[in-house]
């Protein structure tokens, strides 16, 4: 029994089929061996790459944590390093510089092996560019957060310890990241303050502070004398610790700061270490009163004092005289009544 024609034209097609897909892969399997090396290589590249960049970055990063360290052991290096501030933003900086170089290698590996796909890439770079157009629009506060964390670090505004002043809060820095910076306030609350919305930054730990002490005395107290007693109390108080190392320079007696009829405003100023500018206020004030006292040397000013009342004088709840007190008097018969009418006088009055 012979085939049917429909079985005999359905075998020819397979076999056509099979051949024809055999010479494609024949004719092109050393094109698809050649991409796939190629696109192999260009994996290993990119992670050998990317994991070389990243490790090279977290070396300088704990090169630098190293040198803060030792830094802060030295005798003056204590006292302006913060080795935890320094840490903070030294791994802020490096995870940053490892984000950029993995996005950085990836993509431009991956745009290679599209390449090498032979996929046209100009629809694709247009698609990415206007999603990533959508996308910092829609999420433009956390791009401006980002930015300005990563240039508050770079550019040292403050770190871990420093006391800021932010305009919408202010406190001793806890955390410093690249999107919201911590701070405690001066009651303990917590503080999570986004960067993009700081505006301006007052820090109140870079540099030295300045502790300023007004002294009010009264008037026709000798002023030289004051000064003196100003001077020594100072000098005492720069000598003992922990004074000794928070102030930085020998106090300064300014001179009058203002003048009134009654008492006269002395003015002393110190430049001490940063964020101790009001404990050395507290003492400066402390001792010089306590020297003023033993000096004999009177401070006024502040709360007002009690005046002490006499014994009452009796002419003062006596009241004036008044003219209605005179029966005879012409205010007095002005407020009599008037006197009734005569009986004969009046209407249907019987006669």
Do not use: H
Request: aromatic share 4%.
């Amino acid at each position: 029994m012979s085939p049917s024609p429909s079985t005999v034209a359905t075998i020819d097609d397979a076999q056509k089929s099979a051949t024809d897909a055999a010479d494609y892969i024949s004719r092109n399997w050393a094109d698809w061996l050649s991409a796939g090396l190629r696109i192999l290589l260009i994996l290993v590249i990119a992670l050998v790459l990317r994991s070389v960049v990243r490790r090279m970055i977290t070396k300088f990063i704990e090169r630098m944590n190293r040198g803060a360290e030792v830094a802060a052991t030295s005798a003056l290096g204590g006292l302006l390093v913060n080795a935890e501030r320094r840490r903070q933003r030294s791994e802020a900086i490096g995870s940053v510089l490892r984000s950029v170089a993995s996005f950085v290698i990836m993509g431009t590996a991956a745009l290679t092996v599209l390449s090498v796909l032979q996929i046209n890439l100009a629809p694709l770079l247009a698609s990415a560019g206007v999603a990533g157009v959508a996308i910092g629009f829609g999420a433009r506060n956390l791009v401006t957060d980002f930015l300005s964390g990563v240039f508050m670090i770079l550019e040292d505004q403050y770190g871990v310890g420093d006391v800021i002043d932010a305009g919408v809060a202010s406190g001793t820095v806890v955390e410093v990241g690249l999107r919201v910076t911590k701070l405690r306030g001066d009651n303990g609350e917590i503080w999570y303050i986004r960067n993009g919305e700081v505006k301006r930054i007052g820090n109140l730990s870079q540099g030295w502070a300045t502790a300023v002490v007004d002294v009010q005395v009264g008037y026709g107290e000798d002023l030289d004398r004051a000064r003196t007693v100003i001077e020594e109390t100072a000098a005492a108080m720069a000598k003992d610790q922990p004074w000794d190392e928070v102030l930085w320079e020998p106090v300064e007696v300014l001179g009058l700061e203002s003048v009134t009829s009654d008492s006269v405003l002395i003015q002393t100023q110190a430049k001490t270490m940063p964020g101790k500018a009001a404990a050395v206020a507290r003492e400066l004030r402390w001792r010089i009163k306590r020297a003023f006292d033993a000096s004999g040397i009177a401070i006024v000013g502040g709360t007002p004092q009690a005046v002490e009342e006499g014994p009452a004088d009796p002419s003062a709840a006596v009241a004036p005289p008044s003219a209605l007190a005179d029966p005879a008097s012409p205010q007095a018969l002005a407020a009599q009544p008037p006197a009734p009418a005569p009986a004969s006088s009046q209407p249907g009055a019987v006669k």
